[in-house]
């Protein structure tokens, strides 16, 4: 549910009608909007891409220690900006977006520094994949031609994002366990089976080919890490 509701709030960011002729402070405001927005579809391309934000559809989230931490020092420093703008110096529409934003950085640094899910729940990982993927299969926001190359980028990643899971995951619960185990599976079908639906039309080119391999290859990685969950 929190995953959804900071989707929605992101969302309202990128549709929040912006002043035509701003104010400095509203274009400050404006270009930290951009700035956060380009830095989390960066940090969480998956929840991002799902959202229409698609620069870095080419990315898979990084679960690292060094990327968590840098997350955490990221998010306090954004909350520090954010509360230099004076609210009475903002629009209306500024105002709500500044409290959207509030609370998103506020429930991702609860997130990562506090709860720290990443320790204890492997649908997060599963998630991470199976998403970006479908998302690219899914919603026609680019070429096919484009979206295949950046499903390419992204199972390049899939060494790293399993790595991650196993250095970060400690004792999860059994019923996370059991969800995470059958999210990979289904992520390990998808590239079986649904990729070559989705791009039926590019079959016999060399980028299928590519993009066959890329999905041969993170396959078996990927049932590996679900058995050993």
Known sequence: MRSRLVSLAILALCLAPT??????????????VDRYL???????????????????????????AA????????????????????????????????????????????????????RRNPMLYASALSDG????????NAPAPVRMRRII????????LLQAARTNLKNPPKLFTERGIGFMRGAAEMLDHDIPLAFAAQKGTPLMDSLTRAAATARPLITAYADWL
């Open 133 to 140: 993927v479908s998302n690219l299969m899914t919603m026609e």
């Open 67 to 118: 990327a968590i931490k840098a997350e955490i020092v990221t998010l306090k420093r954004q909350r520090r900006e954010l509360n230099a703008f004076d609210p009475a110096r903002l629009s209306p529409d500024e105002r709500v977006d500044r409290r959207i934003l509030d609370g998103i950085i506020d429930g991702w640094l609860l997130e990562q520094e506090t709860l720290q899910n990443w």
């Open 19 to 32: 002043a035509a002729a701003p104010a400095p402070q509203s274009a400050a405001f404006a270009q930290f």
């Open 153 to 160: 980028a992204k199972l390049a990643s899939v060494p790293q």
């Open 38 to 64: 380009d830095g989390f579809a960066q940090r969480h391309p998956s929840i991002a891409g799902g959202n229409g934000l698609h620069q870095h559809d080419d990315l898979l989230d990084d679960f690292s």
